[in-house]
Nanobody, 118 residues
Framework: QVQLVESGGGLVQPGGSLRLSCAASGIFSILDVMGWYRQAPGKERELVATITYAGATNYADSVKGRFTISRDNAKNTVALQMNSLKPEDTAVYYC????????????WGQGTQVTVSS
């Protein structure tokens, strides 16, 4: 019954910054994992970053050092701060919630477009 709504996408020049936000509603577990994925035209969806309830993070090598994922458990929100954006970051970004018990089930937002271009 999880619902996810992304916001914050848009057009930005190379080297610029954007902050994506995801508002979540539903029933949550301390065992869950939330994250951001992206899909560029003609490419498969790929992981960008994940964060556990306790705050442990994981980043794709391509964004490490540039992107920061954060989570507010009280407000049921997750954010992705994107700095030093590159044209290759252009994609639709999706918020993800993974329920891990009793087995893995993924919930997805509708996506928000990020375009990095001059």
């Amino acid at each position: 019954q999880v619902q996810l709504v992304e916001s914050g996408g848009g057009l930005v020049q190379p080297g610029g910054s954007l902050r994506l936000s995801c508002a979540a509603s539903g029933i949550f577990s301390i065992l869950d994992v939330m994250g951001w994925y992206r899909q560029a035209p003609g490419k498969e969806r790929e992981l960008v970053a994940t964060i556990t309830y306790a705050g442990a993070t994981n980043y794709a090598d391509s964004v490490k050092g540039r992107f920061t994922i954060s989570r507010d458990n009280a407000k049921n929100t997750v954010a992705l701060q994107m700095n030093s954006l590159k044209p290759e970051d252009t994609a639709v970004y999706y918020c993800n919630y993974r329920r891990t018990t009793p087995y893995n089930v993924d919930f997805w937002g509708q996506g928000t477009q990020v375009t990095v271009s001059s």
